[in-house]
């Protein structure tokens, strides 16, 4: 049986940021579209755990391999609050975006295979 697991201290913004690798206006935004979960103190400044450091790692992932911020959003709320974006997660997101990139890559290399199709405007096909 495992040992609970110790709370770690809340984070700011600037401390999330920096745990992340990201500036503190990118935690801001996507604090505010939706992507984290911030708890406000009484003077009103964001706190972060370390289940917002997961989902940080995994919305820098998801958009270095093309997934749009409404696809990880989505992602990130079907998870339970409270919970952190793991290896499953990601799997299977995984799955889904590939999916959605094989698609595009079919679509681009149609659109380059017109590129070499000889091209007659209306204009020079009536003479």
């Known amino acids: 049986m495992t040992e609970p ?7 700011s913004v600037g401390e999330l940021a920096r745990r ?17 979960r911030s708890r406000r103190t009484p003077g009103n ?23 749009s911020l409404d696809a990880i959003r989505g992602v990130l709320h079907k998870l339970p609050a409270g919970v952190a974006p793991g290896r499953e997660v990601q799997v299977r997101a995984a799955r889904c975006w590939r999916e959605h ?24 096909a009536e003479a």
């Open 20 to 36: 992340a690798g990201v500036k503190a206006s990118t935690v801001r935004f996507w604090d505010e579209h939706g992507l984290l």
């Open 5 to 11: 697991r110790e709370q770690q201290p809340e984070m």
């Open 101 to 124: 990139l094989d698609q595009e890559s079919r679509e681009l290399r149609a659109r380059y295979r017109r590129l070499s199709e000889p091209w007659v405007s209306a204009a020079s």
């Open 45 to 67: 400044q964001r706190r972060f755990d370390d289940v917002s450091l997961a989902q940080v790692r995994f919305i820098r992932w998801s958009q270095d391999v093309g997934a």
